[in-house]
């Protein structure tokens, strides 16, 4: 997944990329309102985290704008606590909220949670050929044996998993698994396609290299 962090504490942005990294996200990082913009303008999130207060305006009047362009969920990052703010942050369109400080472990639930209900849903075991994928559990299931997933082959196979029989560009393969500031060529979606082709061969499941154009995964 692929998510948009608007929040000018560096501090607390450094920790929650790390985090969310842990688990194979890639994060995109804006310090201001103006950046968030940009960043929304040349790529497609899964989810915006959002502070409401930046150094360049309020994020609540940010969601309200980008609410009639942009349908990416979002979960705004905020220090008040009273019920009447957090009202009116969801009734100005946010999906969920958090309050700081908070725990990762909620943030990353909270992030789960809205991406669930926003998105189709994914079922707890995906039939990949003569394979069990879980994307919940990170594991590849066949022939009785039950291995776990890297968490870039994860998020990878997810992507393909989600798309099946569509031809995906490695700029697309790339963007979902990083993000923009990370220094990582195409060869990198070549070294994890070969590995998830080495996992798959043998449940009926092919990545075609679609010459020039990017991968398909197709199984029976």
């Known amino acids: 997944m692929r998510f ?9 942005a450094e920790a929650i990329i790390a985090r969310l990294s842990l688990d194979g996200h890639a994060v995109d990082h804006a310090k201001t309102l103006a950046a968030a913009d940009e960043w929304l303008a040349v790529a497609e ?8 207060m930046l150094p360049d305006g ?3 009047a940010f969601l309200r704008k ?13 220090a008040r606590s009273q019920v009447s703010d957090r ?25 789960r949670a809205v ?16 394979a069990l994928f879980d994307p919940s559990g990170g594991t590849l299931s066949h022939d009785g044996e039950t291995k776990p997933l890297r968490n870039r082959e994860l998020r990878l196979l997810e992507v393909f998993a989600r798309n099946k029989g569509k031809i995906l560009s490695k700029t ?17 979606i070549e070294v994890y396609v070969a590995r998830l082709r ?6 009926g499941v092919e990545i075609e290299t679609v010459r020039g154009v990017g991968y398909r995964m197709t199984w029976a």
Do not use: H, W
């Not at 980008?66 to 905020?78: A, F, G, N, Q």
């Not at 309050?99 to 639930?109: I, Q, S």
């Not at 991406?115 to 003569?130: E, M, S």
């Open 87 to 111: 009202v009116d942050t969801l009734d100005l369109g946010a999906d969920d909220y958090i309050t700081k400080p908070f725990d990762f472990a909620e943030l990353e639930a909270r992030c």
């Open 66 to 78: 980008t609410r009639t362009t942009e349908r990416v969920p979002v979960i705004v990052l905020t």
């Open 4 to 12: 948009l962090l608007v929040e000018d504490n560096i501090e607390l």
């Open 198 to 203: 080495k996992r798959l061969s043998a449940a």
């Open 115 to 130: 991406l669930r209900r926003r998105g189709t849903p994914t079922p707890a075991l995906i039939p990949l050929g003569g």
């Open 45 to 52: 999130y899964d989810l915006m985290l959002l502070d409401v």
């Open 58 to 60: 309020d994020g609540r």
């Open 172 to 188: 697309q393969l790339l963007d979902r698994l990083f993000s923009q500031d990370a220094e990582v060529s195409e060869n990198a």
